[in-house]
């Protein structure tokens, strides 16, 4: 019995899942591509210091990232799946690892820019493989949410390291902050070799659908970001807005006239994905939107170096960890109501308190009051994850955890750019941050109120599946 639950599902010849390297790869995955993003935001003041190029450089330091994340994120879901997902880990690991080294070596803030870009697309194609990898090979719904709850260890370790290592780096070279990605994806790709083969599913891709998912996510986030500095009412950005409202609509013309969609509408009948997306757009602003608001806020306001603002982070981000474990078996126990509605609750007071607090630049208030912030994130994702995939089939899995992410990504991307445009004076930096972190408190709020109304497709005590 043990052995028949380690076998693939009856689509391909057994083959022996091996879930423990399977979930150690997905782990390294996660955890690669989290600490990248986390790293460079302390890092963004000394990046500047020698390329230049300002809040707009800095903001596009982190955006081209996160662009194309959430813009590929759909193509990846549909690549994993017909390719298999194991294939297509190896694929978006090798390039990612190639492009951290691209960045390494940027001579100038257009070559890291475009390096970045290429290490978005790269996580584009890792984050839902390597959920796709967890769910073929844990099939039970309990032994997911407990496999997802290590998985997102991978990001909360991420959290606990990432900061303060950034700061670390930075201190001596910016440079290392992508360097030492290198290493990290060359032992994922070792342990990646002893994984089992994955199942495919081959389906043509949707290539009209792909280009203009990219037009309208990049014209609406290249409009908001260069609002901020241009001005929303100047040409360049009035174009990128038009972009992305052309961009948008065609795409979802085209999903829903397609006969193989790169977004597979149906799978919005579902009410728990829909409910689950608002949450991970929602969950993910407040926390992108606050470390990104927070590093400048230590660093270019306060005056503190990148080291300080890293450690700032630390306490969160050792508790982080902790609670991710907890969501992982509090999700699989209770369902994922309980830790989702709760987590986002906890963080909308974290957000409301550090807003209150601004204006007193305290260092201590600031690192206290992250942790609310940072706890309530690591208790909402895990849950929310573990509902996305338990509502589809394990065939439909790489694309229903691309959807959700790319609605994740977007919610890191547009609060990055809505709360750069608001930074972009020194003179109201402090009302600046006190606007961003209003308005993702606001949000996260609402989808603390949408958790309520969550009903998980498969009982929190189901029997395994044998």
């Given at each position: 019995m043990a052995r028949s639950a380690d076998l693939l599902d009856q689509s391909g010849p057994p083959v022996l899942k091996r879930p423990r390297t399977t979930l150690a790869v997905s782990l390294l995955g996660f955890f690669v591509i989290t600490l990248d993003a986390l790293m460079v935001n302390v890092a963004l003041s000394t990046i500047e210091k020698q390329l230049g190029g300002g809040i707009l450089g800095q903001q596009w330091v982190v955006n081209s990232y996160t662009l194309m994340f959430a813009s590929l994120m759909l193509f990846a879901g549909n690549f994993s799946d017909r390719i298999g997902a194991k294939r297509a880990f190896r694929f978006g690991l090798v390039i990612f690892v190639l492009a951290s080294a691209a960045c390494s070596l940027s001579p100038e803030l257009i070559f890291l820019v475009s390096s970045r870009l290429?290490?978005?697309?790269?996580?584009?194609?890792?984050?839902?493989?390597?959920?796709?990898?967890?769910?073929?090979?844990?099939?039970?719904?309990?032994?997911?949410?407990?496999?997802?709850?290590?998985?997102?260890?991978?990001?909360?370790?991420?959290?606990?390291?990432?900061?303060?290592?950034?700061?670390?780096?930075?201190?001596v070279d910016w440079r290392l902050v992508f360097l030492i990605n290198v290493p990290v994806g060359a032992v994922a790709l070792l342990l990646l070799a002893r994984a089992a083969p994955s199942p495919t599913r081959p389906t043509p891709f949707d290539w009209a659908g792909?280009?203009?998912?990219?037009?309208?996510?990049?014209?609406?986030?290249?409009?908001?970001?260069?609002?901020?500095?241009?001005?929303?009412?100047?040409?360049p950005v009035i174009i990128a807005f038009a972009l992305a409202a052309v961009g948008l609509t065609a795409f979802l013309l085209i999903q829903a006239r397609g006969s193989h969609p790169v977004l597979p509408l149906h799978l919005f009948r579902s009410r728990v994905l829909r409910l689950a997306l608002i949450i991970g757009f929602a969950s993910t602003l407040g926390w992108y939107g606050m470390v990104f608001v927070v590093s400048l806020f230590l660093q270019q306001h306060m005056g503190l170096s990148p080291l300080v603002a890293g450690l700032a982070f630390i306490p969160t981000s050792v508790l982080i960890a902790v609670s991710n474990i907890a969501a992982g078996r509090a999700a699989a126990r209770f369902g994922p109501r309980v830790p989702a509605a709760a987590g986002q609750l906890i963080m909308a007071i974290g957000l409301v308190a550090m807003l209150a607090t601004a204006p007193l630049e305290s260092l201590l208030l600031v690192t206290i009051l992250m942790i609310p912030v940072g706890v309530g994130g690591a208790l909402t994702l895990p849950s929310v994850t573990a509902l996305v995939l338990d509502s589809v089939p394990a065939a439909r899995a790489g694309a229903a955890s691309a959807v959700f992410n790319t609605f994740r990504q977007l919610g890191g991307a547009i609060g990055i750019a809505v709360f750069g445009a608001l930074l972009t004076s020194p003179d109201v930096f402090v009302s600046g941050a006190q606007t961003s972190l209003l308005i993702a408190a606001v949000l996260v709020l609402f989808s603390a109120v949408t958790s309520l109304f969550v009903r998980p497709s498969v009982p929190p005590h189901a029997p395994a599946e044998k």
């Open positions: 290429l290490q978005g697309s790269a996580a584009a194609l890792l984050l839902p493989s390597s959920l796709a990898l967890i769910r073929e090979a844990f099939p039970d719904a309990q032994g997911r949410a407990k496999a997802i709850g290590v998985w997102s260890l991978g990001g909360a370790v991420s959290a606990a390291t990432g900061p303060a290592l950034g700061g670390l780096l930075a201190t792909q280009v203009t998912a990219i037009a309208g996510i990049g014209g609406l986030t290249y409009g908001i970001i260069e609002g901020g500095s241009a001005g929303f009412g100047s040409l």
